[in-house]
């Protein structure tokens, strides 16, 4: 299976800035994907990272809040943009390699 | 648009009990069904799939899932819990075939506390 790293693995921001979260992956994967994990809830799809194209998100995501970078087919980059404190998550990217998932170790993001 | 219903948010046991945690999905179509683990502060980790097949299916750490398909359901089971099975447990689904998008979509969770 795919190995992610995934960086920064966590950081504290003040309120109104931005965020990149960077992805690399160690071999090339057409489906990469974007999950926020809330304090003490489940994975939400924020958007499917496309290759060449622009991300497409999920109903309650829009592209101005979290843009998605996919400049080629190991590397993917998602922005929290204009931060509140409800943005304070856990960040994942996961790529799909033939039928398995690997998810990326996750950025935590606390606003302040 | 498919999800997924994990009906047991919180479950506390003793250890050597028996485990079984319900998952139902809604997809009118093939798919394939995933459970996941977290550990505290740690990373999502596979348990089982199910593909095709048979529609029991081992995974590690002594867990194992069953797929009824009349029923839309993955349960996981575990014969006897041990503290160490203390941590998160997510049941997750993608469509297969043509409807697959390749979208991983998971439950709520259900936090499991094992007491020694």
């Known amino acids: 299976s795919a190995v992610i790293s995934q960086k920064p693995s966590r950081d504290i921001c003040q309120r109104g800035t931005s965020l990149t979260i960077q992805c690399q992956v160690d071999?090339?994967?057409?489906?990469m994907f974007w999950y926020r994990q809330q304090p003490g809830q489940s994975l939400t799809l924020i958007a499917t990272?496309?290759?060449?194209?622009?991300?497409?998100?999920e109903s309650g995501f829009v592209i101005d809040k979290f843009p998605i970078s996919r400049p080629n087919l190991t590397f993917s980059t998602l922005t929290v943009s204009n931060m509140s404190p409800e943005d304070s998550s856990i960040y994942l990217c996961?790529?799909?390699?033939?039928?398995?998932?690997?998810f990326g170790s996750g950025t935590r993001l606390t606003v302040v | 648009a498919q999800s997924v219903s994990q009906h047991n948010h919180h479950v506390i046991l003793s250890e050597a009990a028996s485990l079984e945690l319900g998952c139902n999905y809604s997809?009118?179509?093939?798919?394939?069904l995933f459970w996941y683990v977290q550990y505290p502060g740690q990373h999502l980790q596979l348990l089982l799939k199910?593909?095709?097949?048979?529609?029991l299916v081992k995974g590690i750490k002594g867990f194992e899932a069953e797929f009824i398909k009349s029923k839309f359901s993955f349960n996981l089971r575990k014969p006897s819990v041990q503290w160490s099975d203390t941590a998160e447990y997510f049941c997750?689904?993608?469509?297969?075939?043509?409807?697959?998008?390749?979208?991983?979509?998971f439950g709520q969770g259900t936090t499991l506390q094992v007491k020694p």
């Open positions: 996961s790529v799909r390699t033939g039928v398995d998932y690997t």
């Open positions: 071999s090339q994967v057409t489906m």
């Open positions: 990272a496309n290759q060449g194209s622009e991300a497409t998100y």
């Open positions: 997809y009118g179509g093939t798919v394939n």
């Open positions: 199910y593909f095709s097949g048979d529609p």
């Open positions: 997750a689904v993608t469509p297969a075939g043509s409807g697959n998008t390749g979208k991983l979509i």
